[in-house]
């Protein structure tokens, strides 16, 4: 079973903080994506990847970078945290570009004082 | 450009009795359609998705959909609510022209009363 870990359930930061959230998943997945999920708005694709060093923008790249050094870990880099950056954050992984399914992390909620 | 719309945002519904949650989409080509369901504290979870096979699809846990072109819809049922199936459902949809994309809509909270 395909495994989405992410490194943190809960963070709490100060305003103009620079934030990780790490994700890493252990089925050699080529593409790994970061969503924000927000009450009535869903979820939101900030970043995506398809493959080792490449990052792609999503819908809401604003104020956030990524990184992807190996194959099995993709980071979500706040630069200067915000307080509108307080949400969930959802890290998932998925075999190829075919329509496969997502499978997801647990989510790390960030809240950003 | 696609999209999904999720009609309703809450649905409450007495353990027993049929669930159906909305959902229209707006697609440019054939489109695949999924449905996702997160738990409390928890990740999404696939329940079912459609990429142009049968349009009545099974799902885990007593789910199904049914893709219907002619309405844009891809609503999904349930004959008889368990307490268990309490969470946020989420229709998804994504195009080959989009590489696949995945759009998802708003989510609908699922309640259920004993």
């Known amino acids: 079973d395909v495994k989405v870990t992410q490194s943190s359930r809960y963070l709490v930061k100060r305003t103009g903080e620079k934030v990780f959230l790490e994700c890493v998943q252990d089925?050699?997945?080529?593409?790994m994506f970061w969503y924000r999920q927000d009450p009535g708005l869903g979820l939101r694709l900030i970043y995506f990847?398809?493959?080792?060093?490449?990052?792609e923008k999503g819908d809401i790249p604003e104020g956030y970078s990524v990184s992807r050094e190996k194959k099995e870990r993709f980071s979500l880099i706040l630069e200067s945290a915000s307080t509108n950056q307080t949400s969930m954050y959802l890290c998932?992984?998925?075999?190829?570009?075919?329509?496969?399914?997502?499978?997801f992390g647990n989510g790390t909620r960030l809240t950003v004082t | 450009a696609q999209s999904v719309t999720q009609l309703d945002s809450h649905v409450s519904v007495s353990e027993g009795t049929p669930v159906l949650l909305r959902c229209n989409y707006s697609s440019s080509y054939s489109p695949s359609l999924f449905w996702y369901v997160q738990h409390p504290n928890k990740g999404l979870q696939l329940l079912l998705k459609?990429?142009?096979?049968?349009?009545l699809v099974k799902g885990i846990n007593g789910f199904e959909a049914e893709f219907k072109k002619s309405e844009t819809s891809f609503h999904l049922t349930k004959p008889s609510a368990h307490m268990s199936d309490a969470a946020e459902y989420f229709c998804?949809?994504?195009?080959?022209?989009?590489?696949?994309?995945?759009?998802f809509g708003g989510g609908t909270r699922l309640m259920v009363k004993p």
């Open positions: 990847s398809y493959d080792v060093k490449m990052k």
């Open positions: 998804v949809v994504s195009e080959i022209r989009t590489g696949n994309m995945l759009t």
């Open positions: 998932a992984s998925s075999l190829d570009r075919s329509p496969t399914p997502l499978h």
């Open positions: 459609y990429t142009s096979a049968a349009t």
């Open positions: 089925m050699d997945h080529e593409n």
